[in-house]
């Protein structure tokens, strides 16, 4: 595996992680089952969104082949960059009302629309779309079933650190991608 892959796909799963950890923080008692359930919905929709990009992107991705490093960039330094903001807005509390399965899908789908533009990236890259998604299925599924242990441990203290990580590195693959394309690395 790449560790390009790996690093991405711990990046993009800090979303789901750090709504994770205001479960956990929000909901002490929650039990195992529905800890696997929430880690699994996030793991889906972060696995199955960079599919959709890549389809989405390889339909015009021969058009674009000449500048697709700085799309990459301008789409992975963005994405980063967002983060970064929400990160600093420090809402997870109100993102988290209830735990039914509709509010779970619904932050399912909303932690991962950055995925999506991570799959265009992929199609502009020509990486394995199926090896790419389940490595960062499998990531984002790990990662929150710990961040929701851990949220009942530390709470707060961590939700927008977690996805401040998220946004350093996406900023960094982004910088990287470019620098690679242009002959500086």
């Given amino acids: 595996?790449?560790?390009?892959l790996l690093i991405l796909a711990v990046a993009l799963a800090m979303d789901s992680v750090a709504v994770s950890i205001a479960i956990g923080s929000k909901y002490k008692n929650l039990l195992v089952s529905k800890a696997?359930?929430?880690?699994?919905v996030f793991g889906f929709f972060q696995g199955a969104m960079p599919v959709?990009?890549?389809f989405?992107?390889?339909?015009f991705a021969e058009y674009v082949q000449s500048f697709d490093h700085w799309i990459a960039f301008i789409l992975l330094v963005g994405l980063g960059g967002k983060m970064l903001y929400e990160a600093y807005q420090n809402e997870f509390d109100d993102e988290v009302t209830d735990l039914s399965a509709k509010t779970l899908i619904t932050l399912g789908i909303a932690t991962s629309i950055?995925?999506?533009a991570i799959g265009i990236?992929?199609?502009?890259?020509?990486?394995?779309?199926?090896?790419?998604a389940g490595v960062?299925?499998?990531?984002?599924?790990?990662?929150?079933v710990i961040a929701v242990y851990v949220g009942k441990k530390l709470g707060s203290l961590l939700e927008s650190k977690a996805e401040m990580l998220g946004g350093v590195i996406l900023i960094?693959?982004?910088?990287?991608?470019?620098?690679e394309h242009l002959g500086v690395i």
């Fill in 36 to 40: 696997i359930f929430t880690a699994a």
């Fill in 136 to 144: 960062i299925a499998l990531v984002t599924f790990a990662l929150c």
């Fill in 114 to 116: 950055d995925a999506m």
């Fill in 56 to 59: 989405i992107g390889i339909s």
């Fill in 121 to 132: 990236t992929f199609a502009f890259l020509q990486t394995d779309i199926y090896t790419a």
């Fill in 1 to 4: 595996m790449n560790e390009t």
């Fill in 52 to 54: 959709a990009g890549y």
């Fill in 172 to 179: 960094g693959l982004g910088t990287k991608i470019l620098l």
